[in-house]
């Protein structure tokens, strides 16, 4: 069965620092990965996705994304945080049908 | 762009009400589906179609029905609404279901169950 993790519901980093928001995954096959941003009072939205191309994906807005096959991982990175980037970001795992992660909301201190 | 639209942003009904919410997408995609987003548990799947006329059942159906009849329209009908049903509903599309394709999210609605 496919499932993801990502640990922690909150993070908090200062404008222009290091984003980094975990997601690990379960699934029984070689398996296709995304991230989504949802900003207030809106739908999701794709950031990123993993198809087996390349293990680091380049996605919109300045984040990328690495795949580890060995750590189960697939980790979310932007180098400078923006105050724009505030948001709620999900990682999903698509075996036959998408599970997504409970969500971390990210918030930019000025 | 794709487009998924949903007919109401909030709605506000009363408990025992028969309640449809409406999902319109113009890309012709195959799946569609039913979430319900709630503070710390993410996005649940209630339901999905992956044709026209055939449903699936998600992880929390109960409470639930949807209407296929046309590719491009999924509904969601709570029969008969309660408290606990307060929620936000999102609704998405994509072209598949398995392998490396994306869903596309309407913008949600937020129902308040009374």
Redesign the interface.
Same mark, same amino acid.
């Not at chain 1, 009072?41 to 794709?46: F, H, V």
């Not at chain 1, 997504?100 to 969500?103: A, L, N, Q, R, S």
């Given at each position: 069965a496919q499932s993801v993790t990502q640990l922690g @519901?909150h993070v908090s980093v200062s404008e222009g620092a290091l984003v980094l928001l975990r997601c690990n995954y379960s699934s029984s096959v070689p398996p &296709?990965l *995304?991230w &989504?941003v949802q900003y207030p009072? $809106? /739908? %999701? $939205? %794709?950031l990123l +996705?993993y198809?087996s191309a390349a293990t680091l994906v380049k996605g919109i807005n300045g984040f990328e994304a690495e795949f580890k096959k060995s750590e189960t991982s697939f980790h979310l990175t932007k180098p400078s945080a923006h105050m724009s980037d505030a948001a709620e970001y *999900?990682c999903a795992v @698509?075996? @036959?049908?998408?599970a *997504? /992660? +409970? /969500?971390i909301t990210l918030s930019v201190r000025p | 762009d794709v487009k998924v639209t949903q007919s109401s942003r909030y709605l506000v009904k009363r408990t025992g009400e028969k309640v449809f919410l409406e999902c319109v997408q113009d890309m012709d995609h195959e799946n569609m589906f039913w979430y319900r987003q709630d503070p710390g548990l993410g996005l649940r799947l209630i339901y999905f179609s992956y044709d026209v006329k055939m449903k699936e059942k998600g992880d929390i159906p109960e409470g639930y029905s949807v209407s296929r009849e046309k590719k491009e329209r999924f509904s969601l009908i709570l029969e008969s609404a309660s408290t606990n049903q307060t929620s936000m509903y999102l609704c998405a599309s994509s072209l598949h279901g398995r392998g490396p394709y994306e869903q596309y999210f309407g913008p949600g609605t937020r129902l308040t169950v009374t």
């Open positions: @519901s &296709y *995304f &989504y009072n $809106q /739908g %999701l $939205q %794709l +996705k198809t *999900f @698509s075996e @036959s049908n998408a *997504f /992660g +409970k /969500g | -």
